[in-house]
């Protein structure tokens, strides 16, 4: 028990045991190493040795002198009586005489193991290189008939991807004598618009429905038919293209994955225990890269094969659909073209009748608007030949009235005047009357005079179009090889 206003200590001891074997170790550290007491520095709140609090003025000048004055010290200090209780902690005589012990026994133990080893391993090497070489000759013998099968279907492969490639060529001609045709279609398509769009500028009356615009409306719904069903044929021998295409990419492929496993089971037939480039390759054989069996390999490569096949089948049946639509069109198309040229030529011909007779019309016309235009001017001369014989007989009425008294009478002369007034009055209204009369009826020949021209201008601008402009386009009507496709 520490006395009162003492520094406070610790000290640790090694428990006994009866089971407990030291270490052993010849290093200087092993029976030198004895753990100093501890004590509490109350400043600085650590855990120190009192050997350190006493001796921390002194360290410097032993460390810097010789070991003998080092090795001094720590005798000193390793006897010194605070410091005795250290000594509980080293090896008794009866640790190290059972170390000893449990050495021997080890090594006898070690030695036993040893030579059975030895002999079950002499008669394990014997037994294990015949089964070896056996192994190997089997292995040998499955990676040739692998062998044989890799070739057998390299060479169905080949066949297939020869069939597809002239296939895809034939498709491919096909596919681009149907992009000719359809080109070739626009050029007709045009025209048919454009006489659409020039008959548009007909005027007036000749703005009809007539036989002509329904065969050029018909013509461009064929035209417009022709140029979906090419196009649809258009897309499907594209699709059918890219099929053909990716079978062969799958042939090639599965082709080139042949080539590359035939090559590298023809090196491992050949490999011996003598070839060179063998190794050893650590967990290899814990792998397992393999993606199919033997049974779904030679389905995958069938498949590929009948997949290509039917897809060559598909493609034939498209090339002869895409003939019959290329002849088909062609005809519907020409039968179209001929039927508008047959109602243009229809619709020209009425035109040009109707033209004559309009002109005819309008000469009559003319010659009556001149006579009616001399008697206008005959009833104005006439009115004009009324007014001094009026003014006359007025005259006289007015200078009558002047008469004085009753000499202001309405004798004879008075009614005379009065009746004379009276008659060139009703003769000057009458003759305004069938003046204007007159002046109506030449308004009415003008008006009609000037829907003569208007019409005989229509009918002029309607055979313009359909004569000169519509039929004069319509003669660049693509022929039937190169609507079919052929150059």
């Known amino acids: 028990m520490e006395l009162l206003g003492s520094t406070m200590t610790t000290t640790y001891a090694r428990p006994k045991t009866s089971h407990f074997l030291p270490a052993i170790s010849t290093m200087a550290s092993s029976y030198r190493g004895t753990q100093l007491p501890l004590t509490f520095n109350p400043i600085s709140h650590q855990w120190r040795s009192n050997n350190y609090l006493r001796a921390s003025s002194a360290i410097p000048s032993i460390r810097q002198g010789r070991d003998g004055d080092l090795d001094l010290v720590r005798s000193n200090t390793m006897y010194h009586p605070s410091n005795r209780a250290m000594l509980s902690t080293r090896y008794t005589p009866d640790d190290w005489y059972k170390s000893n012990q449990s050495n021997y026994r080890e090594s006898e133990s070690s030695r036993n193991s040893a030579e059975r080893l030895r002999k079950d391993t002499l008669r394990l090497m014997q037994d294990r290189e015949q089964l070896t070489r056996r192994t190997q000759e089997y292995t040998s013998k499955n990676i040739g008939e692998r062998l044989n099968d890799i070739v057998f279907w390299r060479s169905e492969?080949?066949?297939?991807?020869?069939?597809?490639?002239?296939?895809?060529?034939?498709?491919?001609?096909?596919?681009?004598?149907?992009?000719?045709?359809?080109?070739?279609?626009?050029?007709?398509?045009?025209?048919?618009?454009?006489?659409?769009?020039?008959?548009?500028?007909?005027?007036?009356?000749?703005?009809?429905?007539?036989?002509?615009?329904?065969?050029?409306?018909?013509?461009?719904?064929?035209?417009?038919?022709?140029?979906?069903?090419m196009r649809r044929h258009l897309?499907?021998?594209?699709?059918?293209?890219?099929?053909?295409?990716?079978?062969?990419?799958?042939?090639?492929?599965?082709?080139?994955?042949?080539?590359?496993?035939?090559?590298?089971?023809?090196?491992?037939?050949?490999?011996?225990?003598?070839?060179?480039?063998?190794?050893?390759?650590?967990?290899?054989?814990?792998?397992?890269?393999?993606?199919?069996?033997?049974?779904?390999?030679?389905?995958?490569?069938?498949?590929?094969?009948?997949?290509?096949?039917?897809?060559?089948?598909?493609?034939?049946?498209?090339?002869?659909?895409?003939?019959?639509?290329?002849?088909?069109?062609?005809?519907?198309?020409?039968?179209?073209?001929?039927?508008?040229?047959?109602?243009?030529?229809?619709?020209?011909?009425?035109?040009?009748?109707?033209?004559?007779?309009?002109?005819?019309?309008?000469?009559?016309?003319?010659?009556?608007?001149?006579?009616?235009?001399?008697?206008?001017?005959?009833?104005?001369?006439?009115?004009?030949d009324k007014e001094n014989p009026l003014k006359v007989a007025q005259t006289r009425l007015e200078e009558r009235t002047r008469r004085p008294n009753v000499e202001l009478c309405r004798d004879n002369p008075h009614h005379r005047l009065v009746g004379e007034v009276r008659e060139i009055e009703d003769t000057i209204h009458k003759l305004r009357d069938r003046l204007m009369e007159a002046e109506s009826t030449l308004h009415t020949l003008v008006k009609t005079k000037v829907t003569l021209e208007h019409d005989l201008s229509v009918k002029a601008n309607s055979l313009f179009l359909d004569q000169d402009k519509c039929m004069g386009m319509r003669k660049t009507f693509p022929s039937t090889p190169r609507l079919v496709g052929y150059t």
């Open 235 to 384: 897309d499907r021998a594209i699709a059918q293209l890219a099929s053909n295409r990716a079978a062969q990419h799958e042939l090639e492929r599965d082709l080139s994955d042949k080539v590359s496993a035939q090559r590298i089971d023809d090196r491992c037939h050949h490999l011996r225990n003598t070839s060179d480039g063998i190794s050893y390759y650590r967990g290899v054989d814990r792998l397992d890269p393999s993606l199919s069996l033997p049974e779904s390999w030679s389905k995958f490569t069938d498949d590929n094969i009948l997949h290509s096949q039917s897809q060559r089948a598909a493609s034939h049946k498209l090339r002869d659909e895409i003939e019959v639509l290329l002849s088909t069109t062609s005809n519907d198309m020409w039968t179209q073209f001929n039927s508008a040229n047959v109602a243009f030529t229809n619709r020209i011909s009425e035109i040009a009748d109707t033209k004559n007779s309009l002109q005819t019309h309008l000469a009559k016309t003319l010659q009556e608007i001149f006579q009616t235009e001399m008697l206008i001017d005959s009833l104005k001369k006439a009115l004009r």
């Open 157 to 229: 492969l080949n066949h297939e991807i020869d069939n597809m490639v002239t296939e895809i060529a034939a498709l491919a001609e096909v596919k681009r004598r149907l992009e000719r045709a359809l080109s070739e279609t626009e050029g007709p398509l045009q025209v048919s618009q454009e006489c659409l769009y020039h008959r548009e500028r007909r005027m007036s009356i000749d703005l009809v429905h007539d036989n002509v615009e329904k065969n050029l409306i018909r013509e461009v719904e064929i035209i417009k038919s022709c140029q979906e069903r």
